[in-house]
């Protein structure tokens, strides 16, 4: 079945810089879209940023030119290295994964990791 574990959470001070890692198994990777979402205490679960299967990106206007969204096929890792980080981005991070779906994907995003807390302290 589909499994996704993130790496990388921690905490940091405003204006330092985090990588998360999410590693995939048990299905295609490569075929699948992936996406960052985070959740912050008493505040509903926001979309991040999300990477097709040909590496094309969107990114959250909050984290746009901060955060940059990759992945590896060949590791079946996706990454998100965040940058400039504000006491904002403080949040609990899951990666999630996009099936395909017509040649494109779902934008369902059904299957989810355990999530890795970020903390940035001002």
């Known amino acids: 079945q589909v499994q996704l574990v993130e790496s990388g959470g921690g905490s940091v001070q405003a204006g330092g810089s985090l990588r998360l890692s999410c590693t995939a198994s048990?299905?295609?990777?490569?075929?699948?879209?992936m996406g960052w979402f985070r959740q912050a205490p008493g505040k509903e679960r926001e979309r991040v940023s999300n990477?097709?299967?040909?590496?094309?990106?969107s990114y959250a206007d909050s984290v746009k030119g901060r955060f940059t969204i990759s992945r590896d096929n060949a590791k079946k890792t996706l990454y998100l290295q965040m940058d400039s980080l504000e006491p904002e981005d403080t949040a609990k991070y899951y990666c999630?994964?996009?099936?395909?779906?017509?040649?494109?994907?779902?934008?369902?995003?059904?299957?989810w990791g355990q999530g890795t807390q970020v903390t940035v302290s001002s």
């Open positions: 999630a994964a996009d099936p395909p779906f017509y040649g494109g994907c779902s934008r369902t995003f059904p299957y």
């Open positions: 990477i097709g299967r040909d590496g094309s990106t």
């Open positions: 048990g299905y295609t990777y490569s075929n699948y879209c």
